[in-house]
């Protein structure tokens, strides 16, 4: 009977086995990483996501066949010999019929229950982990019998090279996939011009870069190793339990709270640093307006500081009667705009009774149409949505924008039951006032939401869309409804359940709700390739309803792009990234962008008259006004940093900085060296 090893030679080999395992999963992860999503990505994006699914596949993979030798180890230790690798390919192969077996038995589909889904993605990354272990096993036979002694570096490489092959073999499945469902082929190429072609230049870039990304992520995973390994280690010494140590759980659970913690002290510091940002006043718009309808002005209650960067911009650009004269050829009268500040009082309930106030005063209710208009969590609400509303109503509108926080919509996602509340109230307000008025003189009240603010617009009427005429709202337009809106699920699997009466449609382009049914008076644009939409947290484990048999795929879906636990979620959060990547005045028909549509779209969702040379007036000014908004924000910050430097230049030399006026300066006078008296002109060697 063959000696039975010493128990550190099972930890070293099982360590050392796992580790070359995961090296080869996480080569061969690199393949289906450059699979197609919603959208297009950028070699940076690439490679960061190339790295983390490398990173994925190697400690999943490795955690998967440490498992596998643990149980290995205590069958050889029990029968006191025998060599662990036999027993190890044995169990292997045991563990991959397994999870083939659940793999095989529980359908890839949405509607599978989540536990289920759960289950089989756990088999498939078992599978995965067991079979690499199994040819890793098996190729440490052959290099024994051909070369014999061998070290690390040989093996690392075998282990790579196997990976390798692997990710070949996917890639030339997934080309002959796409090749049988006609994806790749010119007239693919023509529906989608936008997808730019990978080239090998950035297909290396993109691998070296993600190589450098799965290093960084397994030196984290690695910290936490060593923390769980270190507490384990100091607390069997403190409490002296000699050849028992404690369990490596209470390791675990230290390193886990560790950097859960430290992750929610960062995150509070981004949410801090992102709310002052917003809080600045930008350069190109650094005084209240002038202007007696819009917030901030001579008329209102609530301050410019209240009212957030995206606030005081809104209410900046409000166009002018002569501008919707000049582009529509008709009279027209000055619109107005309203903010309720998120920094005019703290409670919902205080912002909207300031949000109706404002409206009064503003003459909002004198204006045959009001647009309540939820925001983002950053409280944006689209200028060119804003400026087409003004066109088409020839000035004669009023739109409430009610601001529910003040950082990006990632960071407000909790706070969207308060803006639902606040919105609802709002609503009933408005409603109770026009009550009041002469029937001749009620104005038309519409919804508008577009992204995180078509969430909130929406969810006030969550128990049915019987609750917009209740909240007095005679049509909608939404605009990118986020996945995670509770009207739009319960909608999309059952209509009937809250809409019996056909009240809410859906179309993938402006010019499709035309062929809506004569019932829907509240209408939602979604592009095909939202990934706002599509993106849902199941997709960890779970094929989501988008990615179901090729043939039933709404377009822009690539049809042969196959659903990977992990991998999957992954590549549809880069897109989630990707989804306004946006230039001012080019208004294209992609991802979570659109601009496109805004013209058409408030045209017909609001029954808003306009002629066809109209429409194109108003698709050109917005364009035009849309770049010139775009520099001169960027020509004020640049000169507003050009004149805080030359200021800190002047008090570092000693010299009294207000002494001279660089606010008043033009650009041209800066070049022309009018800056500074005689005796501040700068010594020859310091002029560089």
């Not at 580790?19 to 994006?45: C, E, K, N, Y």
């Not at 209740?470 to 909608?491: A, D, I, K, M, S």
Request: glycine share 10%; aromatic share 6%.
């Amino acid at each position: 009977m063959a000696q039975a090893k010493p128990a550190w030679t099972f930890v070293r080999e099982r360590r050392y086995l796992a580790l070359r395992t995961g090296v080869g999963l996480a080569v061969a992860s690199i393949g289906p990483s450059f699979a197609r999503g919603l959208l297009p990505r950028s070699t940076t994006d690439q490679a960061m996501l190339t790295g983390a699914v490398g990173a994925y596949a190697l400690g999943f993979s490795a955690l998967g066949l440490s498992t596998v030798e643990a149980v290995s180890e205590l069958i050889v230790t029990s029968r006191q010999g025998g060599d662990p690798r036999n027993v190890t390919l044995a169990a292997s192969g045991i563990v991959a019929a397994s999870g083939a077996a659940v793999v095989a038995a529980v359908p890839d589909t949405a509607d599978v229950a989540l536990p289920l889904a759960f289950v089989r993605s756990t088999a498939l990354v078992m599978t995965a982990g067991a079979v690499a272990g199994a040819l890793i096993v098996g190729s440490d036979r052959v290099l024994e019998r051909s070369v014999g002694q061998r070290g690390l570096p040989t093996e690392l490489a075998v282990a790579a090279g196997i990976g390798g092959a692997a990710a070949g073999l996917r890639v030339a499945l997934r080309n002959r996939r796409a090749s049988a469902l006609g994806e790749g082929t010119a007239a693919q190429r023509k529906r989608e011009p936008d997808r730019p072609k990978p080239t090998p230049k950035g297909v290396a870039k993109s691998v070296a870069v993600g190589g450098a990304v799965t290093g960084g992520l397994i030196a984290l995973a690695g910290a936490q190793f060593g923390i769980a390994e270190g507490t384990t280690f100091l607390a069997s010494k403190l409490l002296r339990r000699g050849d028992n140590p404690v369990t490596p759980l209470v390791g675990h659970a230290t390193a886990a709270a560790v950097l859960g913690a430290t992750g929610a002290v960062a995150l509070n510091q981004v949410r801090w640093h992102v709310l002052r940002a917003d809080d600045i006043v930008e350069p190109a718009y650094p005084e209240p307006p002038t202007d007696p309808n819009v917030t901030a002005g001579p008329n209102s209650i609530v301050a410019f500081d209240a009212i957030g960067k995206e606030g005081r911009r809104f209410v900046l650009m409000a166009l002018t009667p002569a501008q919707i004269t000049e582009v529509m050829g008709e009279p027209a009268i000055q619109p107005v705009r309203a903010v309720a500040g998120y920094g005019s009082a703290s409670d919902p309930k205080e912002r909207a009774r300031i949000a109706l106030d404002e409206l009064e005063r503003l003459g909002g209710f004198e204006r045959s149409v009001i647009i309540v208009a939820a925001p983002t969590g950053v409280g944006y609400v689209n200028y060119s949505f804003a400026e087409t509303a003004e066109y088409l109503t020839r000035g004669d509108c009023a739109t409430l924008v009610p601001q529910y926080a003040l950082v990006p919509s990632a960071l407000a996602l909790e706070d969207t039951d308060v803006g639902e509340v606040q919105q609802a109230m709002i609503l009933e307000g408005i409603r109770a006032r026009i009550e009041q008025m002469h029937a001749d003189r009620r104005p038309r009240v519409l919804h508008y939401g577009e992204s995180l603010g078509a969430e909130v617009a929406l969810d006030v009427a969550v128990t049915g869309t019987h609750r917009f005429a209740e909240l007095g709202v005679e049509r909608g337009l939404y605009l990118g409804t986020p996945f995670r809106t509770n009207l739009w699920q319960r909608w999309f699997a059952d209509p009937a359940s809250v809409d019996p009466e056909g009240l809410l449609g859906q179309v993938s382009q402006a010019s499709e709700i035309v062929d809506l049914p004569a019932s829907v008076r509240h209408v939602q644009v979604i592009h095909h390739d939202d990934p706002i939409n599509k993106f849902d947290y199941p997709i960890l484990v779970r094929a989501p309803w988008w990615m179901g048999a090729p043939e039933t795929r709404p377009p822009r879906v690539p049809r042969e792009t196959v659903f990977r636990p992990v991998m999957t979620f992954l590549i549809t959060l880069v897109d989630l990234k990707n989804g306004m990547n946006s230039k001012p005045g080019v208004f294209v028909r992609q991802g979570h962008d659109y601009r496109i549509e805004l013209c058409e779209a408030v045209q017909r969702a609001y029954d808003l008259p306009a002629t066809e040379e109209q429409a194109e007036r108003i698709e050109a000014a917005l364009r035009a006004s849309e770049q010139e908004w775009a520099t001169r924000r960027m020509v004020a910050s640049r000169f507003a940093k050009a004149r805080d430097s030359v200021k800190a230049q002047f008090a570092r030399w000693g010299q009294d900085a207000d002494s001279v006026d660089l606010d008043g300066l033009s650009a041209a006078e800066l070049a022309r060296g009018n800056t500074a008296p005689a005796e501040q002109v700068l010594p020859v060697d310091e002029r560089d």
